[in-house]
């Protein structure tokens, strides 16, 4: 579609079932007029056309399946699956040999999602900014007698907390590390969509930056509220009853019972790490960093770490296309072997993520009680060589997060 709008026209295009060709050249005409012409031609409704051409499967669809508008086999076919599902489906995909993503998923959310205990921390998502199968954006989720506290909210992450059986309505509190778009690039999906189920009084915490981010809703996005009210019928939860803290240095304070603190790390951009602490048990979470003594004061005895994974041995790069060295020709890669008796970290303003043994030394010097690694770079772990690297700094539990993992002290 978007190749279409970006002026494609009257591309021909073969089909492999009836081997004839569909014209498609959609703003060749204004576009009441597209409408007239595909349900003159196809026999389908405006939203079916528009669920076709612009909805869940887009053009991309066309490409998917080789049977383009326009030709007498996508006729039926398009009829019928629109009349099932309001959706196409990329049958028969090539390089693909099972369709996982059939009309009608195979599989439907948990209706409830029961936590391992009282006090838990969940790493929803364990990406990077590169699109990884099977690791959702950086997201990490505290848990509290079923009160959340929603850290980071990076792409993907209102899919995994729905796959989980998360409710989105009851998700509260959030707070953001840093505005790096990795870590906020699910904001908006997971607002909207939270609140027209029903969450309303809302308190977001975070960097400078966290007001303009929500503000998108006004600036951006007004006719889309306004859309919503419809389901809403009331602005609480969105623009009013939400309310935002932008944080900086040292904080304490208590949320639904449970008291969070925060530190500045070192990263990229400014980044702050958060401590929740109940019932005597404690979980961080560092949001990204390098090597800073401040998470080292921030976790100091916690029962959970949950922890920018900065360098993993890693085995072979996982993200789309080939891997290209950034400029510099820096890339992640093996840790450098550094010897436990002598390796010193240090603190280099403006790095972005710690190296193995910067993790690893922060734990220990720490105490604490377990780390729990997320935020993997693109690569698939090498996770027997990164536990022995572990082990040569760091006694004790070495977890590695994946996608909705939930652990607890
Ligand atoms: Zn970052």
Redesign the pocket.
Do not use: K
């Given at each position: 579609m978007q190749d279409i709008l970006s002026g494609r026209r009257n591309n021909n295009i073969a089909c492999k079932i009836c081997t004839t060709y569909g014209r498609v050249g959609l703003t060749t005409l204004p576009k009441g007029k597209i409408m007239k012409t595909t349900q003159k031609t196809y026999g389908m409704s405006r939203r079916n056309f528009m669920t076709f051409a612009g909805g869940a499967m887009g053009f991309a669809t066309i490409a998917a399946t080789g049977v383009p508008i326009g030709c007498a086999s996508s006729k039926s076919k398009v009829e019928d699956t629109s009349q099932q599902s309001g959706a196409v489906t990329p049958a028969n995909q090539e390089g693909m040999s099972v369709n996982p993503y059939p009309v009608n998923p195979s599989r439907i959310s948990p209706k409830s999602y029961e936590h391992k205990g009282d006090f838990t921390v969940m790493t929803v998502g364990t990406g990077c900014p590169d699109t990884i199968v099977g690791r959702s954006g950086?997201s990490t989720l505290v848990q509290y007698k079923g009160n959340y506290f929603l850290v980071d909210i990076g792409a993907g992450t209102t899919f995994r907390l729905v796959e989980a059986g998360i409710h989105l309505d009851r998700i509260k509190n959030i707070l953001i590390?840093?505005m790096?778009t990795?870590?906020t690039d699910g904001y908006s999906k997971f607002m909207v969509e939270s609140w027209t189920l029903g969450r309303r009084d809302t308190d977001i915490f975070g960097v400078k930056g966290v007001n303009a981010l929500h503000n998108i809703f006004a600036t951006v996005f007004p006719e889309d509220i306004k859309y919503r009210l419809g389901k809403t019928a009331t602005v609480d939860g969105m623009y009013e009853k939400v309310n935002i803290t932008e944080l900086e240095g040292a904080n304490t304070f208590t949320l639904d019972g449970v008291e969070i603190r925060t530190l500045p790390t070192i990263?990229?951009?400014y980044?702050l790490a958060y401590r929740f602490d109940v019932d005597g048990n404690s979980i961080v979470v560092s949001?990204?960093t390098s090597y800073s003594e401040n998470l080292i004061t921030l976790s100091k005895n916690a029962d959970i770490l949950v922890v920018?994974s900065g360098r993993v041995v890693n085995k072979r790069y996982m993200g789309p296309g080939e891997m290209k060295p950034p400029p510099g020709g820096k890339q992640s890669g093996p840790p450098a072997a550094a010897n436990p008796a002598t390796y010193v970290p240090k603190e280099v303003q403006g790095k972005?993520h710690a190296s193995l043994e910067d993790v690893a030394i922060m734990a220990a010097k720490a105490n604490v009680k377990k780390i729990v690694l997320t935020h993997y770079p693109p690569f698939e772990v090498d996770i027997e060589t990164t536990l022995k690297q572990y082990k040569r700094f760091y006694n004790g539990e070495v977890i590695f997060g994946q996608d909705l993992l939930e652990v607890k002290p």
């Open positions: 950086p590390t840093h790096h990795d870590h990263h990229a951009v980044n949001g990204d920018d972005s």
